[in-house]
């Protein structure tokens, strides 16, 4: 499973990082996505990393802005969200990449909520 | 950019099929999957690869793939199927949501 903390209010413009632990599976051997929602709205890709971490990936919404990472030493991922907008609000959801590499996530957390508000 | 698009809303009355479908540009070249998401609740992988099940997800689900439609379907539907479903694909390296289907079982 994985578990996702640092979610918050957060003033416009300002910062957060949010984690994602993993237990029961080793996160640097899968690729590994952001997903959030907002409030009563569908799913939207945020950012991915391959399972090596040398790859990384992000939706132009948040290019420039977000950073994702992972900490291999602690089975964690991060994203760094910088310069952060209203739009920005959402639950934020770290998902694992299904065994097979064609694309679907099989693991869910149950994801942290991100408020951007003055 | 790539898009994927659902219909808002599908019925189906309890012990029908329900048919959801997923529409992009050549979907049929790409892999397909759908997530079903009930109120206050993370989403859940029904299909990926297309048409196969993850381990824990009935028979009832199905997915197909061809052309410019992915499909998801529900024999047999059941009360706890009611959900929002979303379909999902890679595209040049980034991953797209449908914009989801609420299904209501009536």
């Known amino acids: 499973q994985v578990l996702e903390s640092g979610g918050g209010l957060v003033q416009p413009g300002g910062s957060l990082r949010l984690s994602c632990a993993a237990s029961?599976?080793?996160?640097?051997?899968?690729?590994v996505s952001w997903v959030r929602q907002a409030p009563g709205k569908g799913l939207q890709w945020v950012s991915a990393?391959?399972?090596?971490?040398?790859?990384?990936y992000y939706a132009d919404s948040v290019k420039g802005r977000f950073t994702i990472s992972r900490d291999n030493s602690k089975n964690t991922l991060h994203l760094q969200m910088n310069s952060l907008r209203a739009e920005d609000t959402a639950i934020y959801y770290c998902?694992?990449?299904?065994?097979?590499?064609?694309?679907?996530?099989?693991?869910w957390g149950q994801g942290t909520l991100v408020t951007v508000s003055s | 950019s790539y898009e994927l698009t659902q219909p808002p809303s599908v019925s189906v009355s309890p012990g029908q099929t329900a048919s959801i479908t997923c529409s992009g540009d050549k979907l049929g070249d790409k892999y397909a999957c759908w997530y079903q998401q009930k109120p206050g609740q993370s989403p859940v992988l029904v299909i990926y690869?297309?048409?196969k099940r993850p381990s824990g997800i009935p028979e009832r689900f199905s997915g197909s793939n061809s052309g410019n439609t992915a499909t998801l379907t529900i024999s047999g539907t059941q009360a706890l199927d009611e959900a929002d479903y979303y379909c999902?694909?890679?595209?040049?390296?980034?991953?797209?949501f449908g914009g989801g289907t609420k299904l209501t079982v009536l």
């Open positions: 998902a694992k990449a299904e065994a097979s590499g064609t694309g679907g996530f099989d693991i």
């Open positions: 990393i391959s399972g090596s971490g040398g790859s990384t």
């Open positions: 999902q694909a890679w595209d040049r390296s980034t991953v797209v």
């Open positions: 690869q297309d048409s």
């Open positions: 029961g599976f080793i996160l640097s051997t899968y690729a």
